[in-house]
């Protein structure tokens, strides 16, 4: 399936690669979310035995950055997803991530409106813009 980004009456339109680079964000939040939840059950390898160097980090702050840095990208795309109307919502999130046809509920071009909008929203909430 192509990402189609809107072309006529949008007044969200990203250059291309940002559109696409935006829409990937978004489909990666699932995984973010599992990632950032893992990074809480990490331990650190087992002993090898084998002598390494005297270099103290400290591995609670390393896995804190990392952790609030996918956090933050998920609340950006949770937030500018609350600002989709709730009757829209599901339709726009499905076919974003998972290429779903719209709900008949609706037009295709309210659909594709908020569509435009959130993934704009996303951008501009991720500095992308």
Not at 2 to 24: A, F, M
Not at 55 to 72: C, F, H, N, P, W
Not at 113 to 128: I, P, T
């Amino acid at each position: 399936m192509k990402d189609y980004q809107r072309q006529k009456g949008n007044r969200y339109i990203l250059p291309r690669t940002l559109y696409h680079q935006t829409v990937w964000q978004i489909r990666d939040y699932y995984r973010l979310k599992e990632q950032a939840d893992a990074i809480l059950e990490e331990s650190p390898p087992p002993p090898d035995g084998q002598p390494h160097g005297t270099s103290i980090g400290d591995q609670v702050a390393v896995k804190a950055i990392r952790r609030e840095t996918m956090l933050s990208t998920v609340r950006v795309i949770e937030k500018e997803k609350q600002m989709i109307p709730k009757e829209y919502r599901d339709g726009v999130w499905n076919n974003i991530l998972f290429g779903t046809a719209y709900p008949d509920d609706a037009d295709r071009s309210t659909y594709g409106r908020y569509k435009s909008k959130f993934v704009y929203s996303v951008a501009r909430g991720l500095y992308l813009l």
